[in-house]
């Protein structure tokens, strides 16, 4: 049974930095991909990042490029999401999502989904 949870959040202030991780386990390959989405209150859940663990590429939202950095852990299952310079509209829960092909993780179609992390900016 896949399982996903998600680590790191908490609170910071606008321009600081938060890593979130993902532990990812029960998957019997590393040919999946991983993805990051947000949810803020009142808002639609929009994706943030995503990595394949199989070749490596990576998706990234506009509103983050440039400041978050995704990066995978093969060894132990893991993806981390740096996010630095956050802002108050990063403030959100933030959720893992994992599935076989990176184009539907990507586009919101993950298999699974994380329980997700708060992250909260505020000065």
């Known amino acids: 049974q896949v399982q996903l949870v998600e680590s790191g959040g908490g609170l910071v202030q606008p321009g600081g930095s938060l890593r979130l991780s993902c532990a990812a386990s029960g998957f019997t390959s590393d040919d999946y991909s991983i993805g990051w989405f947000r949810q803020a209150p009142g808002k639609k859940r929009e994706g943030v990042s995503c990595?394949?663990?199989?070749?490596?590429?990576?998706y990234y939202a506009i509103p983050v490029k440039g400041r978050f950095t995704i990066s995978r852990d093969n060894a132990n299952n893991t993806v981390h999401l740096q996010m630095n310079d956050l802002k108050y509209d990063d403030a959100a829960v933030y959720y893992c999502a994992a599935g076989q092909r990176f184009l539907e993780v990507v586009v919101g179609r993950p298999d699974y989904w994380g329980r997700g992390t708060q992250v909260t900016v505020s000065s």
């Open positions: 990595i394949s663990l199989g070749d490596d590429s990576t």
